[in-house]
């Protein structure tokens, strides 16, 4: 059964960094992606990276602070984000496409499996 589980979350202030970690127990880690809801809000595509690595695509939100890789013989994904804003308050959620994509989908439903999910807050 696929497994992923989110780390790396917490409180910073505005214009600091946090990097989330997602570990992900499966035998062939697919197209993955960062989604992210915010209290009262619909969860939303932050980035996600094809199979390869070779293609990534984030939200206009987080182009040029937020950095997503990937480790295919670890089987984890990163995301670095940098000079985080209050906007960025949310849960921040892995999750895992099963469809070998060469573009990273925005589309929650294209999505099979995620995790718990990991807060982030950032303060003003």
Known sequence: QVQLVESGGGLVQAGGS??????????????????????????????????????????DSVKGRFTISR?????TVCLQMNNLKTGDTAVYYC????AQRGRPSLERAEYAYWGQGTQVTVSS
């Open 18 to 59: 946090l990097r989330l970690s997602c570990a992900v127990r499966t035998f062939i880690m697919y197209t993955m992606g960062w989604f992210r809801q915010a209290p009262g809000k619909e969860r939303e595509f932050v980035v996600g990276i094809s199979w390869s690595g070779g293609s990534t695509r984030y939200a």
């Open 71 to 75: 480790d295919n013989h670890k089987n």
């Open 95 to 98: 999750a895992e496409d099963v």
